[in-house]
């Protein structure tokens, strides 16, 4: 176990840095930005996320896969890389002849063309950063791997802020800022990884690839079906609110986003040394007790936030005050990402990819229906209600499938905990800052000790661990 947290720590430091980076920038946009403008730079955000989703077409999911059961890991790697940059072409192309009427459907002006085209370039930057951070990761190269991340998030804050000083302070500046930034830090990620792809394309492996894509597309369909469930939210505001509303959700859904430090940290630890559990046939407890001490760790996170929510304005702006009422429900996006992480790996084991299809089809289903309903009445409060309690669903989702076709363990804890971070986040959003909210999430952080306290006390070494060797 003092292996697997020193490991953890060090693809931590990238985490947390990039985080605390991010956590600048959310004061920084909103200071010089008002909600409105705020909320059109939350549309390029939007635009940058679905085509993240889409443009691996699931091969860095089977490169993952792969990793290890491949002598040659810069062949797979270049391989891996020919389908997406192949499909990058087309959207580039596509991108360019509509730079028009996307700009309009983004921004609701046709003469931001300019953007469309810098954010169609960066597309082929975003595959090389995506394939080049994982074979890091999947090397377990936990501090090269945090120093990567750290700086690509760091170029981004410094186009960001550079553009925002010497030019005028509107969401397109910040969108500019953004681009050039990621290309930047993108480039010179490239240019220190060269000799990756020493054997660039030289020969193309159709029997690997075919191998890859197998594993691949079922993964792109289930992941473009999750990322139209992600972008809901933002638009259902964009067409049933305003610019204003979807402003403050926004800076809402990046304050929550906090969590995510947690989520990512744990994703970049824990996939590969999932793998390597699963090809040593290390018995079901091991994930049981990670899966059991990621849900009280951030489980107890959430209630910190929750606590502690007023320092929404002092890390925002008095203009996005109503963003305090906003985000509880949107922690629920980190919580079930990272907890599904433990429970959803016989999904990955059995290479059911195909499943992943219907856990995006249940999630993207309750979301649609939530937020038809529940938007026009209540605007940003109503889609932070409906994503969260998509998430659950989504977790709920892929729990269940994993569990049916593969042995699995019990979740009941996690629905408890799941189900009482609902109820208070309910509490919160309607009744606001009472003496009595306070007293329920202390009430709460006191129940959730309770309930893990015996993996608690093995985790500190007060007990003698039961079924376990020493990891």
């Known amino acids: 176990m003092k292996k697997l947290l020193i490991r953890f720590g060090q693809f931590s430091i990238g985490s947390l840095g990039a985080a605390l980076l991010n956590l600048i920038l959310i004061p920084v946009t909103t200071y010089f930005l008002s909600p409105t403008e705020y909320g059109k730079t939350s549309m390029f955000l939007l635009a940058q996320t679905l085509l993240i989703y889409v443009i691996y077409l699931g091969f860095d999911q089977a490169f993952t896969r792969d990793f290890h059961s491949v002598s040659n890991k810069k062949h797979l ?105 990621q290309m930047v830090g993108d480039v010179l990620l490239l240019l220190f990884h060269l000799k990756l792809f020493q054997s660039v394309f030289q020969t193309i492996d159709r029997p690997l690839i075919k191998q890859l894509a197998k594993f691949g597309l079922p993964v792109a369909a289930g992941t473009f079906l999750y990322s139209l469930f992600i972008v809901i939210d933002k638009l259902s505001l964009r067409y049933f609110a305003d610019f204003d509303e979807l402003g403050i959700y ?147 989702a892929r729990t269940f499938f994993s569990m049916r076709i593969w042995e699995g363990f019990s979740v009941k804890r996690h629905l408890i905990i799941t189900g009482l971070l609902y109820v208070l986040s309910l509490y919160s959003t309607i009744f606001r800052d009472t003496f009595l909210e306070k007293g329920l999430i202390l009430g709460a952080f006191i129940f959730l000790i309770a309930l893990y306290r015996t993996e608690l006390r093995q985790l500190f070494g007060l007990v003698p661990r039961k079924g376990m060797k020493k990891i």
């Open 250 to 396: 926004t800076a809402a859904f990046k304050v929550a986003s906090a969590l995510m430090v947690l989520q990512v940290s744990f994703a970049n630890f824990w996939i590969p040394t999932a793998y390597e559990w699963y090809e040593q046939k290390k018995p079901i407890s091991y994930y049981k007790k990670v899966s059991d001490l990621v849900m009280f760790t951030i489980a107890f996170f959430f209630l910190m936030m929750l606590l502690f929510k007023g320092l929404v304005v002092v890390i925002l702006s008095p203009a996005y005050s109503e963003a305090q009422y906003v985000f509880p429900f949107l922690c629920f996006y980190p919580l079930m990402m990272t907890v599904s992480e433990t429970t959803n790996l016989g999904i990955v084991f059995m290479k059911k990819s195909v499943l992943n299809i219907y856990v995006s089809v249940i999630a993207l289903i309750v979301a649609i229906s939530l937020n038809l309903i529940l938007v026009p009445l209540y605007g940003a409060i109503g889609a932070a209600l409906a994503t969260g309690t998509a998430y659950i669903a989504f977790f709920l």
């Open 77 to 181: 790697l270049v391989q891996a890389m020919c389908v997406p940059l192949l499909f990058a072409l087309i959207l580039i192309l596509l991108l360019s002849l509509f730079a028009s009427t996307i700009s309009t459907w983004l921004f609701s002006d046709p003469n931001y063309k300019m953007a469309v085209y810098l954010l169609a370039l960066s597309i082929i930057f975003l595959i090389f950063e995506r394939f080049i951070l994982l074979f890091i990761r999947m090397e377990n190269r936990a501090i090269a791997f945090s120093i990567c991340s750290i700086w690509i998030k760091l170029a981004i804050l410094a186009g960001t802020v550079c553009g925002l000083i010497f030019f005028k302070p509107v969401f397109i500046t910040v969108v500019y800022g953004m681009l050039i930034g």
